[in-house]
């Protein structure tokens, strides 16, 4: 078990380094201490299964990225299955589990919204709540605290949290409904299966999504679809300026949005004018004003 003294600090057991791939060591060197353990140290401990132990307060983003064998930092991918755990005595802040695919965080004190994908698991541990990924939850059909729920080839999120990167890296057939509004990066790198939203979606909707449906019954922040590879995107109101930026595949359809070139806004078939009634609840003559963002 690793012991760390923490007063504040962010990016605690990152796996991604605050995106080191992006700003090579400037916001963040791997290898600074915290009680004279490297954020390396945490994130290597936690990869081979054992448990980072917390006592202080917690800044943000605590554990990005949390049981994922990134291919920028060298990975394969996906999953690692044995990822450990970790436990804070104190409060933790916003964003905590970021992109979180496997193992758990458990936590004494407050945690500060928004979250990550991460929804809260029934605890085996006295005086700590757990949390999970929610992709992972999804998967394995994993029971979840009340009032979310799992339902037939569904968990449904009606806990009024607002989450960023929901539904991160789903690989499953299965469907995510929420009864609210999503953060950022809904959907991101998402390969299969079904994200609902009764509300807005912030910006990066569906950011590297290759594969599945998001269906926003509200609108969504700037660029929609961002670096899109497939799968398709439904938004019942405005996607935004920016939307299918650097897109390589896939559709986005929307009422209103201003997509960036080379993608266009085209008008609809009848079959998927008859796709965008069904699945946003419209009728068929008011389908016929809504465009697809493509390339």
């Given at each position: ?17 605050d ?8 916001r ?33 983003r ?16 996906g999953?690692?299955e ?28 407050r945690?500060?919204?928004?979250l ?19 992709t ?11 009032p ?18 929901l ?7 299965r ?15 998402m ?40 799968g ?8 935004g ?17 201003k ?12 079959s ?6 069904r ?17």
């Amino acid at each position: 078990m690793l012991k760390v003294e923490a007063a504040g600090e962010s990016c605690l057991c990152d796996f991604t380094y605050d995106f080191f791939w992006q700003h090579r060591g400037s916001r963040l060197n791997p290898d600074q201490t915290v009680s004279k353990i490297s954020f390396r140290q945490m994130v290597e401990a936690l990869r081979h299964g054992e448990v980072v132990k917390i006592k202080g307060n917690v800044g943000s983003r605590l554990a990005s990225s949390l049981g994922v064998d990134l291919i920028r930092l060298g990975g394969k991918g996906g999953p690692i299955e044995a990822t450990g755990k970790i436990i804070v005595d104190g409060n933790v802040g916003s964003r905590m589990g970021i992109s979180m695919l496997r193992g758990a965080i458990y936590v004494s004190g407050r945690v500060e919204p928004p979250l990550g994908n991460v929804v809260e698991g029934v605890s085996d541990l006295s005086g700590y709540r757990k949390f999970i990924s929610l992709t992972e939850s999804l998967e394995r059909c994993l029971p979840v605290h009340e009032p979310n729920h799992q339902g037939k080839n569904e968990l449904v999120i009606c806990d009024g949290i607002l989450r960023d990167t929901l539904g991160a890296r789903n690989l499953v057939d299965r469907a995510i409904r929420l009864r609210g509004d999503a953060g950022m990066s809904t959907g991101i790198l998402m390969q299969r299966g079904l994200i609902e939203v009764l509300g807005d979606a912030g910006r990066n909707t569906g950011v590297l999504l290759q594969g599945g449906r998001i269906v926003i019954k509200g609108s969504t922040g700037d660029f929609t679809g961002a670096e899109m590879r497939g799968g398709e995107i439904f938004v019942a109101k405005n996607a935004g300026n920016f939307a299918c930026a650097k897109m390589r595949g896939g559709a986005v359809y929307a009422r209103e949005g201003k997509p960036l070139p080379p993608a266009q806004a085209r008008m609809l078939g009848p079959s998927e004018q008859a796709a965008v009634a069904r699945l946003l609840g419209l009728s068929l003559l008011y389908a016929m004003m809504y465009r697809k963002l493509s390339l």
